[in-house]
T-cell receptor, first 115, second 113 residues
Framework: AQTVTQSQPEMSVQEAETVTLSCTYDTSESDYYLFWYKQPPSRQMILVIRQEAYKQQNATENRFSVNFQKAAKSFSLKISDSQLGDAAMYFCAYRGTRGTYKYIFGTGTRLKVLA | DAGVIQSPRHEVTEMGQEVTLRCKPISGHDYLFWYRQTMMRGLELLIYFNNNVPIDDSGMPEDRFSAKMPNASFSTLKIQPSEPRDSAVYFC???????????FGQGTRLTVV
């Protein structure tokens, strides 16, 4: 069975600095998708970035980028130039591609942004 | 499209009562998921449907929980009887197999007293 692990329950970053959130996963599949979702206090789940496992190039969305290490089964999220609005819970998620399309989430990392 | 719509946003009920949570997925989406979020366990998948058929209900905690999807535009999650440990935020999400993103509703915060 696939699992997703986020080992950092809480992280803090100074405004305008860079922070990296960690995520590891376990799977026997070779093709899959990985995601980072943001959950602000409003409770809404918002997709931040996604990565296809067959793509070697790391995904980037403006200030958000990932470091995808397939062999190590690691998928970290880097937030550059942190802003107060980045404060939220961040969830890492996995979805397979062969027969099972469920999304498996980690337990989340709460990010605090300090002014 | 208005996105995934869940109702109610908040529900407070007494232990032993029946609770029904509702979800309207995004039109055209063929997958629907029910998740439960708690501080201790994060986001747990309870059950998911494909084309209205339950595919995996292994996350349903016990027989007190049941879920249905009578048509492509509506799903319910029922808890009967409810217990205080069922207090959590329940999310519904939908997706299209060709589009990898799962779209979430606003969630229902359930409090069982």
């Amino acid at each position: 069975a696939q699992t997703v692990t986020q080992s950092q329950p809480e992280m803090s970053v100074q405004e305008a600095e860079t922070v990296t959130l960690s995520c590891t996963y376990d799977t026997s599949e070779s093709d899959y998708y990985l995601f980072w979702y943001k959950q602000p206090p409003s409770r809404q789940m918002i997709l931040v970035i996604r990565q296809e496992a067959y793509k070697q190039q790391n995904a980037t969305e403006n200030r958000f980028s990932v470091n995808f290490q397939k062999a190590a089964k690691s998928f970290s999220l880097k937030i550059s130039d942190s802003q107060l609005g980045d404060a939220a819970m961040y969830f890492c998620a996995y979805r397979g591609t062969r027969g099972t399309y469920k999304y498996i989430f980690g337990t989340g990392t709460r990010l605090k942004v300090l002014a | 499209d208005a996105g995934v719509i869940q109702s109610p946003r908040h529900e407070v009920t007494e232990m032993g009562q029946e609770v029904t949570l509702r979800c309207k997925p995004i039109s055209g989406h063929d997958y629907l998921f029910w998740y439960r979020q708690t501080m201790m366990r994060g986001l747990e998948l309870l059950i998911y449907f494909n084309n209205n058929v339950p595919i995996d209900d292994s996350g349903m905690p016990e027989d007190r929980f049941s879920a249905k999807m009578p048509n492509a535009s509506f799903s319910t999650l029922k808890i009967q009887p409810s217990e205080p440990r069922d207090s959590a935020v329940y999310f519904c999400a939908s997706s299209l197999v060709g589009n990898t993103e799962a779209f979430f509703g606003q969630g229902t915060r359930l409090t069982v007293v």
